[in-house]
């Protein structure tokens, strides 16, 4: 399993992607739970907002596949989004090494 950087822009907040975001938190839970979604979280220092989710996956497109099921996505919520393979050169996220490998 790789790292992917997957950036979301939203659209601006509606009525309906208001009602949608519990179906969004929730999706991203379950993620979390199965360790496919490493980290997230609203970028709130841009215009229009969006979001950084860390994904573990085999490459660009089961990454996008996982993320098809969002229901932001689904819902027509996101404007853009981008999937970027994410090579770590310091640190670590999750349970994952610097090279981006499980660590076993």
Do not use: C, K
């Not at 969006?50 to 919520?77: H, K, R, S």
């Amino acid at each position: 399993m790789s790292i992917y950087a997957v950036t979301y822009t939203y659209v601006p907040e509606t009525e309906e992607m208001t009602q949608t975001r519990p179906a969004h938190v929730d999706f991203l839970g379950r993620l979390h739970e199965e360790g496919r979604l490493l980290a997230s979280g609203r970028l709130t220092e841009t215009d229009p907002l969006g979001a950084l989710l860390i994904i573990t996956g085999q490459d660009v497109a089961d990454v996008e596949a996982l993320m098809d099921g969002d229901p932001f996505y689904a819902g027509g919520f996101i404007s853009e989004r981008l999937v970027r393979r994410w090579n770590i050169a310091f640190g670590v996220v999750g349970a994952l090494g610097s090279e981006g490998n499980p660590e076993d």
